[in-house]
Nanobody, 126 residues
Framework: QVQLVESGGGLVQAGVSLRLSCAVS????????MGWFRQAPGKEREFVAA????????HYADSVKGRFTISRDNAKNTVYLQMNSLKPDDAATYYC???????????????????WGQGTQVTVTS
């Protein structure tokens, strides 16, 4: 059974940093690209960042580029999202996801991911 468990969310003031973690079990973690998505209240879930199998390739949404960094530790079966200079617009529930096909480049498309975590909430006050 594949499980993804996010952690690290919380209530913070604008301008500070948070690091989200997502621990994966039940499939060979290093074989699958990983992604982070987020959904704010009343909005569609949107792509945030994605990382390739070996950290060499990353993709970011324009809204977070330069502030967020995605990375993975294959020895720990964990993917991270370092979020710096947080803004109120970053407030959302953040989800990690595992790409459907192994040995495939990371994707910005939600339909390319088959396993999702339960989400971790990030609240940013101004």
């Amino acid at each position: 059974q594949v499980q993804l468990v996010e952690s690290g969310g919380g209530l913070v003031q604008a301008g500070v940093s948070l690091r989200l973690s997502c621990a994966v079990s039940g499939r060979p973690f290093s074989d699958y690209a990983m992604g982070w998505f987020r959904q704010a209240p009343g909005k569609e879930r949107e792509f945030v960042a994605a990382v390739s199998l070996n950290n060499l390739n990353t993709h970011y949404a324009d809204s977070v580029k330069g502030r967020f960094t995605i990375s993975r530790d294959n020895a720990k079966n964990t993917v991270y999202l370092q979020m710096n200079s947080l803004k109120p617009d970053d407030a959302a529930t953040y989800y990690c996801a595992s790409l459907r096909r192994p040995w495939t480049a990371p994707s910005r498309r939600q339909e390319d991911y088959d396993y999702w975590g339960q989400g971790t909430q990030v609240t940013v006050t101004s």
